[in-house]
């Protein structure tokens, strides 16, 4: 089996915390691309317009492995590596501070706020909790271990070195990393409580919402009231699985949806962002053991629910 070429070190710094998009030029069987250009204009004119793409060419934003700029009448060779920088969104600043409850050479353990997507994606670049944290912390190589929902606030293990961060992402992949939610929902004595919710939980892209559908359950969370006043609970949430929205499809499932939840059980109008209503979830704790030097490590969130304050 042949062995993939390692990519070679991006030519272009970071912009506002943000790496250069990096493209490998595909094969070209039918001869489709006599140049770079061509190329470009077939992958991206539909999404920003042939005359952008031109643009950014003639302004030598596409640039080689040596940061040479790339000409448009430069001839296409497949498996040559392009790198530029997007064009960023006009985003709006999410108006919370990203908390440090820990940091240390090998992991930054970040306490994120509501509205604040953990990774660059979609129309969410340099408003995310990774681009902050680079640029705040001088930590240009940080990548998270794993990701939390936008609309979700707490922990988020970042880990700063390359090399040390298949291991910790490995500890999420196999499930080694114990995790404790809280939430804020309706309160209803009828329900008996603890209670372990198992369902099969399917999330399409482009669809907003997940859903549950029949067939073997490829999810699972134990749900337990802590407290509850005023017609509201206070709940922990131990999800054993790590399917998207699960907590909050479980919490729904069971007639309580987690309150200022937008998606469940019904998806809401998109809108501009009220920051007065965040969704009620918050990733309270992470405890593993740390593949370095097998340390028991428990992490507890900084921040509080409002819904139940």
């Known amino acids: 089996m042949r062995r993939r070429t390692k990519a070679p070190a991006a030519p272009l710094p970071q912009r506002a915390g943000v790496d250069p998009v990096r493209l490998r030029l595909p094969a070209?069987?039918?001869?489709?691309w006599a140049t770079v250009r061509d190329h470009l204009l077939g992958?991206?004119?539909?999404?920003?317009?042939?005359?952008?793409?031109?643009?950014?060419?003639e302004q030598g934003r596409f640039v080689g492995a040596d940061g040479a700029p790339i000409g448009a009448d430069e001839p296409y060779t497949p498996g040559r590596y392009v790198?530029?920088?997007?064009?960023?969104?006009?985003?709006?600043?999410?108006?919370?501070?990203?908390?440090?409850?820990?940091?240390?050479?090998?992991?930054?353990v970040a306490d994120k706020p509501h509205f604040l997507a953990t990774t660059p994606r979609?129309?969410?670049?340099?408003?995310?909790?990774?681009?902050?944290?680079?640029?705040?912390?001088?930590?240009?190589?940080?990548?998270?271990?794993?990701?939390l929902d936008r609309l979700t606030a707490g922990l988020v293990l970042f880990v700063v070195r390359p090399e040390d961060r298949g291991a910790y992402q490995t500890l999420f992949r196999d499930r080694r990393v114990r995790k404790e939610y809280e939430a804020v929902a309706a309160?209803?004595?009828?329900l008996e409580l603890p209670v372990t919710v198992r369902s099969r939980?399917?999330?399409?892209?482009?669809?907003?919402?997940?859903?549950?559908?029949?067939?073997?359950?490829?999810?699972?969370?134990r749900i337990e009231l802590l407290e509850h006043r005023g017609g509201l609970g206070r709940y922990r949430l131990v999800p054993a699985t790590g399917q998207t929205h699960q907590l909050r499809v479980h919490?729904?499932?069971?007639?309580?949806?987690?309150?200022?939840?937008?998606?469940?059980?019904?998806?809401?109008?998109?809108?501009?962002?009220?920051y007065t209503r965040p969704l009620q979830l918050l990733a309270r704790t992470l405890e593993f053991t740390d593949p370095a030097d097998g340390t028991s490590r428990r992490f507890v969130s900084r921040r509080a629910l409002s819904g139940l304050a």
Do not use: C
Request: zero cysteines; a negative charge; proline letters at 10%.
């Open 28 to 32: 070209d069987p039918d001869g489709a």
């Open 83 to 108: 790198w530029f920088h997007r064009d960023f969104p006009a985003e709006e600043r999410v108006p919370f501070e990203v908390g440090i409850v820990y940091r240390d050479e090998r992991i930054v």
């Open 122 to 147: 979609g129309r969410h670049v340099t408003e995310t909790a990774l681009a902050r944290l680079r640029r705040d912390l001088g930590l240009p190589e940080l990548q998270p271990a794993h990701r």
């Open 201 to 221: 939980i399917v999330k399409e892209r482009g669809v907003l919402a997940a859903r549950e559908e029949p067939g073997e359950p490829n999810s699972e969370s």
């Open 251 to 274: 919490m729904a499932r069971l007639g309580v949806p987690i309150l200022h939840d937008p998606l469940y059980p019904v998806v809401r109008e998109d809108g501009p962002e009220d």
């Open 187 to 190: 309160y209803d004595p009828s």
């Open 43 to 57: 992958r991206y004119a539909a999404a920003v317009g042939a005359e952008r793409v031109d643009a950014m060419l």
